[in-house]
């Protein structure tokens, strides 16, 4: 099954973009690193099913089809929240990394609203920088 790390400074809804996802209902709340382990948990990718453009019967072996829909499972895990200097041990530090290493992919979600400060402490919507904590977060990597 592919795995599919969510990456992104705290407080900027890894979280909740996680439980939307895999129904799941991990700690969520306004103070910083409040996911301090991984959480992980199954959802699907859909897309349009072989059946559907072939106009054949199919088996899938690794994942469903409905309705011409195919259903293709992944793991997801939320890691905890980023602060620029991560990999030097600052926040969490580099407790995280390992289980990022192990992902297939990493998926960056970004607060657009910049309402997240440098030490990812919530604040007015535009005092934050999205452009600058995606830099600091990938510098990281």
Request: hydrophobic share 40%.
């Amino acid at each position: 099954m592919i795995k599919i790390g969510l990456i992104g400074k705290t407080n900027t809804g890894k979280t909740t973009f996680f439980n939307s996802a895999t129904l799941l209902s991990a700690e969520v709340s306004t103070y910083p690193f409040t996911t301090k382990q991984p959480n992980v948990g199954r959802a699907y990718v859909q897309t349009i099913c072989v059946c559907r453009e072939l106009k054949v019967e199919d088996n899938p072996q690794n994942s469903f089809c409905i309705d011409g829909w195919r259903f293709i499972p992944i793991e997801l895990i939320d890691l905890p929240g980023l602060i620029k200097g991560s990999w030097k041990g600052k926040g969490l530090g580099t407790r995280f990394l390992s289980v990022a290493a192990q992902a297939d992919a990493l998926l960056h979600v970004v607060d657009a609203s910049g309402s997240v400060d440098a030490e990812g402490r919530l604040t007015k919507p535009g005092m934050g920088n999205p452009v600058l904590d995606v830099y600091d977060i990938e510098g990281d990597f």
